[in-house]
């Protein structure tokens, strides 16, 4: 029997390097080649015998954020993985899986900026300094975005990414890959991407930021007086009292000469002063080769900010530029629907007031860290990396019985190094989005042992999560039932049932309102008839004489001993049933009320069965005896079964 299975192949920190190219191509390291070589083994084995719907890659994708670490990641390892589903789904037919991608620390590059210095000088106001220059900050993921978006336009892997047609996808994520939110309506699936590498320095951060200290400042070479202006050196040729062919002339203001250009003293480049520090007092200073115009206690002070510029505790997530209303609205509407949030650093890298929210004595909350901690309460899972958690180390709860698993790294960033290749792993996940459970699959490489694989499977369920039937969801359920009954249908026929053999499914041609009616045929010799609900008033139009007298013909054209007549009846369509899921409860409070409803439709359909069995004995021809009519003999074998589905599986 199939199950409501989403599987997840999630892979973290993988800090792939251009370096790893001559490696690979030439055989280098051959260690790392047979590395590559049996991961793809073991994605392909896995994905044969359960299909994978999600890949997962949750930040550190290359080693230094640079588009030549990109094109190594997408060339040497990323493009091999994704063509192993491409071959094997070609023979199959089933649909590729979705990649979905966040950035972490490693995927930041710093010299895709121009604000290093005024971010680092902007002291305790860093969080506004985020909010104010968001499209600044995107800068430094230029690198990342551009790789992503260009594969995504590559005509073999577009199918990866046709998410991003679904209106169900954040602008914000199909704009850059860097935040936003997924929701997978047909597999009650929300997914929260959260970035957290907005304040990380990167790899080549001290670099970037000294070079722009000493950008655009004074030097003076032996013999020669020049100046830079924006890391040029020109030549102070002349100085002039007056500019030669100035339009207004009648002041007697100071002019340098510098190569071709003309720079007023104190007037219209009094700037100057500032930023190139060229003019102190009306005239140049020479200055030692070696020297800048960076005074020391200058200096002090803006390497105790770059100190302060910790990576530990003061990450932050930019959860103000989450659509924060718009998941509301999907948790509101699909409440029971699995949440998984992904970002890259644990929740304990965050700032202490982006995450705790911590009333003040005035009794006001910290509004982000308030929406922050509502995100990860109302996840079933979270996902994170960067902290290269050993093989062993086990998932953690947070906030509310949130399943916290901390991700293995799948490559350390030492490309150099023999050690890169152990005590590495990543793993395989596997949601029953039905029973709220979730299994999940390390595969760790250890040393020369190989690969091992440690299995655990943990309930994923809230508990205390607040679900209800809201109006609008009801009314979508009604509108997905009547475009897409047939497909609905098949569905549960061979996820809920078993009926892998069914040959084919057919409507019948009538109509009857709230019911619809289908053929099936299986290989094996049985026939059955599937009655579907589609509105309130089902169970009273069952017993109508219409239907009751087009089912008895139905059976009797079968011509079969043995016929299933099986309903398929959603339980909100059971009297009383939305006014009871309407109230709001916890899952377990909700399960109860289902109880209730089964017994309800249970009670309907055995007094329905008595009825119909009762008007079809009773059309017996008066000169036989019921129980020796053909009638009876046929219904003798008749099987009715009654099913009762939730409407949490509709999608």
């Given at each position: ?9 999630w ?66 390892f ?42 680092v ?173 960076i ?92 902290e290269?958690?050993p ?10 019985n ?23 792993w990543?793993?395989?996940i ?27 499977t943990r ?24 475009s ?81 007549v099986?309903?398929l ?83």
């Amino acid at each position: 029997m199939m199950k409501p299975y989403v599987n997840i192949l999630w892979i973290t920190d993988i800090h792939f390097s251009n370096d790893y190219r001559d490696m690979i191509t030439n055989e280098k390291n051959a260690d790392l080649t047979t590395y590559i070589e049996n991961f793809i083994t073991r994605i392909r084995y896995k994905h044969n015998d359960e299909p994978v719907n999600y890949i997962f890659l949750t930040g550190d994708l290359a080693r230094t954020g640079s588009k030549k670490d990109y094109d190594a990641f997408r060339d040497l390892f990323l493009t091999r993985v994704l063509d192993v589903f491409i071959e094997s789904n070609q023979s199959n037919g089933r649909p590729l899986p979705l990649l979905i991608m966040i950035p972490g620390n490693h995927d930041v590059n710093w010299d895709n900026s121009n604000f290093c210095s005024n971010y680092v000088l902007a002291k305790n106001k860093r969080g506004q300094f985020l909010k104010d220059n968001p499209d600044e900050f995107e800068t430094l993921f230029f690198d990342y975005t551009n790789f992503i978006c260009e594969l995504a336009k590559v005509r073999r892997y577009k199918e990866f990414f046709r998410y991003l047609k679904s209106p169900l996808v954040s602008d914000s994520y199909k704009k850059h890959f860097l935040y936003g939110h997924i929701f997978d309506e047909a597999n009650n699936l929300l997914i929260i991407l959260l970035n957290t590498a907005w304040f990380s320095l990167g790899v080549h951060f001290n670099d970037i930021f000294a070079q722009e200290l000493f950008k655009n400042k004074v030097y003076a070479k032996p013999d020669d007086r020049y100046v830079a202006i924006n890391s040029e050196y020109f030549k102070i040729s002349e100085r002039y009292i007056k500019k030669p062919n100035a339009v207004d002339s009648k002041n007697d203001d100071d002019y340098l000469k510098i190569g071709q250009q003309y720079l007023k003293i104190d007037s219209e480049y009094s700037q100057i002063d500032k930023e190139y520090r060229v003019i102190k007092g009306k005239h140049y200073e020479p200055i030692a080769a070696d020297d800048t115009r960076i005074e020391q206690p200058d200096l002090i002070e803006i390497l105790k900010e770059k100190d302060g510029l910790i990576e530990y505790a003061n990450q932050v997530c930019g959860i103000d530029l989450i659509e924060k209303d718009t998941i509301d609205n999907y948790l509101k509407n699909y409440s029971e629907a699995i949440t998984i949030s992904c970002m890259h650093h644990p929740f304990n890298w965050l700032q202490w007031d982006e995450y705790y929210s911590y009333a003040s004595s005035e009794g006001s909350v910290n509004k982000n860290a308030k929406i922050l901690s509502d995100i990860l309460e109302q996840s079933n899972l979270l996902l994170t990396g960067h902290e290269h958690m050993p093989f062993d180390f086990d998932a953690e709860l947070i906030q509310e019985n949130t399943i916290h698993i901390k991700g293995g790294c799948f490559l350390f960033d030492q490309p150099n190094e023999h050690k890169n290749l152990y005590n590495t792993w990543f793993s395989f996940i596997s949601i029953d989005t039905e029973r709220q459970l979730m299994t999940q699959t390390k595969e760790g490489y250890m040393s020369n042992q190989g690969w091992n694989s440690k299995k655990k499977t943990r309930s994923i369920a809230k508990a205390n999560r607040p679900v209800s039937l809201t109006i609008e969801r009801f009314a979508k359920i009604q509108e997905i039932l009547k475009s897409n009954d047939l497909r609905i249908t098949k569905s549960l026929l061979k996820r809920k049932f078993g009926d892998n053999n069914m040959l084919s499914l057919k409507r019948d041609v009538n109509n009857f309102s709230s019911i619809r009616l289908y053929e099936a045929k299986f290989s094996s010799p049985k026939n059955e008839l599937v009655i579907v609900a589609t509105g309130p008033e089902f169970y009273t139009n069952l017993s109508t004489p219409n239907f009751i007298r087009y089912l008895h013909d139905l059976i009797a054209k079968l011509q079969s001993p043995n016929v299933t007549v099986r309903f398929l009846i959603f339980d909100i369509f059971v009297s009383g049933a939305f006014q009871l899921y309407e109230k709001s409860s916890t899952i377990a409070e909700r399960n109860m009320k289902l109880e209730r409803i089964v017994k309800i439709s249970d009670w309907k359909f055995n007094f329905w069965r008595f009825e119909y069995l009762k008007t079809a004995l009773d059309k017996s021809a008066p000169q036989q005896t019921p129980y020796a009519s053909d009638d009876f003999r046929r219904l003798n074998g008749v099987v009715f079964v009654n099913h009762i589905v939730p409407y949490w599986v509709i999608n």
